[in-house]
């Protein structure tokens, strides 16, 4: 049954009810006052009546008859009749009914005594004509008691009336049933159509009306928790949506030293794009795709200035003959250049950066130098970018994603510039123990300029735990473990895990080839032969990343395991990086040394045990290998989350292939499935490669498919979305106590 016939229905049936309900009523009411009328009549009637009838009763019987027919001449009253005290009827007029008996009325008014409201007997009673209302009126004369008047009055009007009411009723409460019907549809229709459009507004991202706000927020919570247990993964479209509902769709400004693209002129001066090797990169680049907006970076590239504006702007990602993208373009963003002479970029970012603090915070085992040259170009630079970000924010309260250990300055520049902007950090790379913190001589600046960031990230609550404990022992701040907040100079800071990951599904998988057709390429590329297992390694040249623990691994499988000699072949890609570092130099050197002693001591004719590539590749490149890989061995010496492990993971769409993980990586605490080796173990990593090359094939599904079905939901669109939301809620609280002077009151229940 349609909808419409169900409420027509149900109107039937209401309609009909109520019509009896209120019929009942009236006829109840009307019957009471007509019964009160008749009454009344006939006290007025024996009112006028009273000397005539007293005195007749007695001295002229002969006159009775005459006063009780004109009595009944009123057009209501129907007969009359006189009865003595015992009943004994004494006269009545022609109409009065014969089927009233006087004695019957006497006995019955001696039982049931008189109506108190009238002062006499009164009965309505069903006669063969129809209903007759009966009054017994007590008459007395000085001489004592006369008798009764009875009067017999015709109730059949009042049925008729009654008849009358019913129909008018029946009649009336249709239409106004219908009437209401009609009203109410209107109006509910008018009213949805209302909240509906209201609805879409608020959900399109519209301009929320304030009254909603906290309520919208409220519901938005509730509805990113129900999507959480609900398993909805995070998607652009959903962190696009995130953005929008959240922060009105503002947009973000990312401010991260390393650019996604790299103009260079080739050798013949062809213009050439190139994606960098870097973690940061590849978490960044598609939530940037997603949200638009626009990313800050150092303009490192021999051609970026020749493909940016005056102002050192792009559209990106570029076309493929290198030139910036279309404005307006859908999954276009803009990427602002910073310009940086060779002295700055020295002191900042090879300087201060890299020998400075990376070292600091990985133990790996490289001492941290500390130039105060270094340190006064980092906060120079730190400026100048906070400049660029400023230029670029168009409101007072933006929202800058700060990336990484380049820009510790730049959280509170900004917050200076701009108090109500949201600032979010994330910390790309591990945070040491307060310990190993305290040694660097700028650690009070580096803290504070950290502070003025809303939310500080890092990969994980180790890591925050370490953060928290530097600012305990360092600097004079409200510590709130329980909300892992700190409270400094009137400002809080949220420290969270917030563990990043790469992009799902991977777009630049497109156009990988198969693992079958990627094997056979690699083969041929390096020159093993079918059938040789091949494990591959992945990694900017850095000594964080135990690339010489890694070969050094390989060379001891070969020796606890010799079955592998002749059938096993290790390709490592390594991208030079930060060379202008004697460190870094030096283990280029060292790498590319080891690997020559092993290849003597184990190669034979047609096959080598190791194979190095010491070049930058390419994302396809890249995949290509990871595809062709009966395993991929990650093993950095320490690691904030080493998001090559996550890329091996996402390009096996074949379910095959064995991951091997260093403990030392954020990775490890996620990708459980891998097999999970200490690098310095020299023997339990070898035995570990052993294991995966024996590990068969449905054991290798299992773990990878685990693995897939974890990154498809934590992916990088939820690192990013769930900062956000973060972000948003604490925007609203600050909002909520901008005008109070309790500062931490904006960090309570975030989040
Ligand atoms: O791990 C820290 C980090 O900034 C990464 O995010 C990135 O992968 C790497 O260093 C890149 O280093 P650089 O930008 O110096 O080449």
Redesign the pocket.
Known sequence: MNRALRFALLLVIGLAGLTYGASRWVQGETRTWFEKDLNLRAQLALAGARFELASSWRTAPDRLDDVLVSLAQDERIMGAAACSPEGKLLARSAEFPRAVSGTDVVLRIEREGADPRFGHWTRTELLPGGEVHLAALPLADADGPLGYLLLAQDLSFVARREDQARIFLAVAFGVLALLASLMTLFLSRMSWRHWSEELRRILRGGHERKEFQPILSDVRELVDRLMEQEGRSWTPERLRETLRQRLSGERILVL???EPYVHQRDAAGRLQVMH????????LEPVLRACSGTWIAHGSGSADRETADRKGRLRVPPRPDGAPARPGEPGTYVLRRVWLEPAMEHGY?YGF??EGL?PLCHIAHTRPIFRSDDWRQYRAANERFVRAVLDEADADDPIVLV????FALAPALIRRALPKATVIVFW??PWPNAELFGICPYRNEILEGLLGASILGFHTQFHCNNFLDAVDRFLEARIDRERSAVVHRGRATLVQPYPISIEWPMDRLAGVPSAADSLRSVQEEHGIAPGVQLGIGVD?L?Y?KGIEERLLAVERLFERHPRFLGRFTFVQLAAP??TEIERYRDLNTQVETLVRRIDARFAMAGWHPLVLRLAHHEPPEVFRHLRAADLCYVSSLH???N?VAKEFVAARDDERGVLILSQFTGAARELTEALVVNPYNLDEAADALAAALDMPAEEQAARMGSMRSYLAEFNVYRWAGRMLIDASRLRRKERLFENFSDPEAAVVGVP
Request: aromatic share 10%; net charge neutral; proline share 3%.
């Open positions: 991260a030293n390393r960098p090797a870097s973690g940061l990169v590849t978490a970012y950066a890299n990376w990336q990484d250990y380049h790309h790379i900017r850095d964080t990086s930060r690691d904030g989350m998001l």
